[in-house]
């Protein structure tokens, strides 16, 4: 084994194909190789709205289900949801007393987040970075797979493990690497090849859904934007809508990126959407028709998630107790 990876999604809804390219999907290839630590991480989407608790219940078993679908395997890896393993909030608290605010002040995501209205944004928001280094450390692990958004929150999670050593002199915790995998983890919408897959896009058309049928993924492949030029190019900035397809089939297909390009390049845009869509078909609607089997068990996917918080508790409850002591508060 080459270490222990932990990495986590929010339940936020509308799992697309930037979740599962840019993420999921290169999990299941690394839970061979590491020790796995998969986690639904619920206490991160409360830091912004829509609060809705229903829907965030809903939205918990989604990404669970969508984890098992995709092929991570619920006995090789530990799946679990974050608030059920109390170390996350206990170590978020210790490294609240670790992280200088300056360094939180250089996030850029908080500041796209947090948009104009800066004040009104949550504590929580603000300190979303350092809860996010307490969820990877509580297990002490090595490795990260993350897209490139989260390179930025990787730095500081490493700074405020370094800073923990130094401030007690101890060799504790591991400086973790990050792992950002996959020809596509940039996907972008199918409406606008210069904007991100996004789960809050209002065209449902801009983005191929983890739930969606084959009809419709394969009418939304066929009707995304194109341009009028003949044949396909690698050409990111000026056919930006050409290249997020050709990145698509690519990681799709599994194949290197040059090849596809190189094979569709006389093809026309009508040809190649059309194959793309039974490509997209074959890889995700067996995915969608497992977790909609998922689904329709609640309590199956419960029961997987209360098994995997046991191990989970299990290895961060000793890492924490052993916080508590180099940072002397007193045993219990
Ligand atoms: N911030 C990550 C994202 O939005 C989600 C996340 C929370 C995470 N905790 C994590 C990812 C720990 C990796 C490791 O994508």
Same mark, same amino acid.
């Given at each position: 084994?080459?270490?222990?990876?932990?990495?986590?999604?929010?339940?936020?809804?509308?799992?697309?194909?930037?979740?599962?390219?840019?993420?999921?999907?290169?999990?299941?290839?690394?839970?061979?190789?590491?020790?796995?630590?998969?986690?639904?991480?619920?206490?991160?989407?409360?830091?912004?709205?829509?609060?809705?608790?229903?829907?965030?219940?809903?939205?918990?078993?989604?990404?669970? @289900?969508?984890?098992?679908?995709?092929?991570?395997?619920?006995?090789?890896?530990?799946?679990?949801?974050?608030?059920?393993?109390?170390?996350?909030?206990?170590?978020?608290?210790?490294?609240?007393?670790?992280?200088?605010?300056?360094?939180?002040?250089?996030?850029?995501?908080?500041?796209?987040?947090?948009?104009? =209205?800066?004040?009104?944004?949550?504590?929580?928001?603000?300190?979303?970075?350092?809860?996010?280094?307490?969820?990877?450390?509580?297990?002490?692990?090595?490795?990260?797979?993350?897209?490139? /958004?989260?390179?930025?929150?990787?730095?500081?999670?490493?700074?405020?493990?370094?800073?923990?050593?130094?401030?007690?002199?101890? =060799?504790?915790?591991?400086?973790?690497?990050?792992? *950002?995998?996959?020809?596509?983890?940039?996907?972008?919408?199918?409406?606008?090849?210069? @904007?991100?897959?996004?789960?809050?896009?209002?065209?449902?058309?801009?983005? *191929?859904?983890?739930?969606? /049928?084959?009809?419709?993924?394969?009418?939304?492949?066929?009707?995304?934007?194109? =341009?009028?030029?003949?044949?396909?190019?690698?050409?990111?900035?000026?056919?930006?809508?050409?290249?997020?397809?050709?990145?698509?089939?690519?990681?799709?297909?599994?194949?290197?990126?040059?090849?596809?390009?190189?094979?569709?390049?006389?093809?026309?845009?009508? =040809?190649?959407?059309?194959?793309? @869509?039974?490509?997209?078909?074959?890889?995700?609607?067996?995915?969608?028709?497992?977790?909609?089997?998922?689904?329709? /068990?609640?309590?199956?996917?419960?029961?997987?998630?209360?098994?995997?918080?046991?191990?989970?508790?299990?290895?961060?409850?000793?890492?924490?107790?052993?916080?508590?002591? *180099?940072?002397?508060?007193?045993?219990?």
């Amino acid at each position: 084994m080459g270490g222990r990876i932990f990495s986590g999604v929010q339940p936020t809804g509308n799992l697309h194909l930037g979740n599962y390219l840019g993420a999921i999907r290169n999990w299941v290839a690394l839970q061979e190789q590491y020790e796995s630590i998969f986690c639904v991480v619920d206490m991160h989407a409360i830091t912004m709205p829509p609060w809705e608790p229903e829907a965030l219940r809903a939205h918990t078993r989604e990404v669970t @289900a969508a984890y098992i679908a995709a092929g991570i395997d619920p006995q090789r890896c530990v799946i679990f949801v974050q608030s059920h393993v109390a170390a996350h909030a206990q170590l978020a608290w210790v490294f609240n007393c670790v992280a200088a605010i300056g360094w939180l002040n250089r996030m850029t995501q908080f500041k796209d987040k947090a948009g104009k =209205d800066r004040e009104g944004a949550m504590a929580g928001l603000y300190v979303y970075p350092v809860l996010m280094a307490a969820d990877v450390l509580a297990y002490r692990a090595t490795h990260v797979p993350v897209g490139e /958004d989260q390179k930025q929150h990787l730095e500081l999670m490493r700074d405020i493990a370094g800073a923990f050593n130094r401030r007690y002199d101890v =060799d504790f915790f591991p400086l973790p690497e990050p792992l *950002i995998l996959g020809t596509a983890t940039r996907v972008m919408s199918l409406r606008d090849g210069r @904007a991100k897959m996004s789960k809050s896009d209002p065209s449902d058309n801009s983005r *191929i859904n983890l739930t969606d /049928d084959a009809d419709t993924i394969a009418r939304k492949v066929r009707r995304a934007k194109s =341009d009028s030029e003949m044949g396909l190019s690698w050409e990111p900035e000026r056919r930006p809508e050409a290249a997020n397809l050709l990145n698509i089939y690519a990681a799709l297909a599994e194949e290197p990126r040059e090849a596809v390009v190189e094979r569709f390049a006389a093809s026309s845009f009508a =040809d190649f959407k059309g194959t793309l @869509a039974d490509l997209a078909v074959a890889r995700l609607a067996p995915i969608a028709g497992e977790m909609r089997r998922l689904l329709a /068990d609640p309590g199956h996917i419960d029961a997987i998630l209360r098994a995997g918080a046991e191990r989970a508790e299990a290895i961060a409850s000793d890492n924490l107790a052993q916080v508590y002591d *180099i940072v002397g508060f007193l045993r219990r």
